[in-house]
């Protein structure tokens, strides 16, 4: 089982987890862009490349938030931060990646990816 993977689990449990409607719908919604990505993944380690998508501009809201603690009555507003904490795990991750990386095609996908998340 991989990241992307062990993510959308997390996500699916927590749905069906909380009482919230509009928190369950935030976490259904996890969970698919999280297989997205995995597909996004996959293309980016093939000879065609990642597909080209604008870049993103750091916020760095993640470095502001505390992890919630997960209840059935969760609001929207702790599953957006839970899911932000969540990403930049997945950003250090692909960072941790690319310094194991040499300089190559493969960094630089590993690179984007960390840019991307």
């Given at each position: 089982?991989?990241?992307?993977?062990?993510?959308?689990?997390?996500?699916?449990?927590?749905?069906?987890?909380?009482?919230?409607?509009?928190?369950?719908?935030?976490?259904?919604?996890?969970?698919?862009?999280?297989?997205?990505?995995?597909?996004?993944?996959?293309?980016?380690l093939?000879?065609?490349?990642?597909?080209?998508?604008?870049?993103?501009?750091?916020?760095?809201?993640?470095?502001?938030?505390?992890?919630?603690?997960?209840?059935?009555?969760?609001?929207?507003?702790?599953?957006?931060?839970?899911?932000?904490?969540?990403?930049?795990?997945?950003?250090?991750?692909?960072?941790?990646?690319?310094?194991?990386?040499?300089?190559?095609?493969?960094?630089?996908?590993?690179?984007?990816?960390?840019?991307?998340?």
């Amino acid at each position: 089982m991989n990241q992307h993977d062990l993510a959308r689990d997390f996500y699916h449990r927590l749905a069906h987890r909380v009482s919230h409607a509009d928190t369950r719908e935030m976490f259904e919604y996890f969970a698919k862009e999280t297989e997205e990505n995995q597909t996004r993944l996959h293309q980016c380690l093939t000879p065609e490349g990642c597909p080209v998508v604008l870049p993103v501009h750091d916020l760095h809201l993640a470095e502001h938030l505390k992890v919630p603690e997960v209840t059935a009555d969760l609001s929207p507003k702790d599953a957006l931060a839970l899911a932000v904490k969540r990403s930049e795990g997945f950003v250090r991750f692909c960072q941790s990646l690319v310094e194991l990386q040499p300089l190559g095609e493969i960094r630089r996908r590993l690179e984007y990816l960390a840019r991307r998340s």
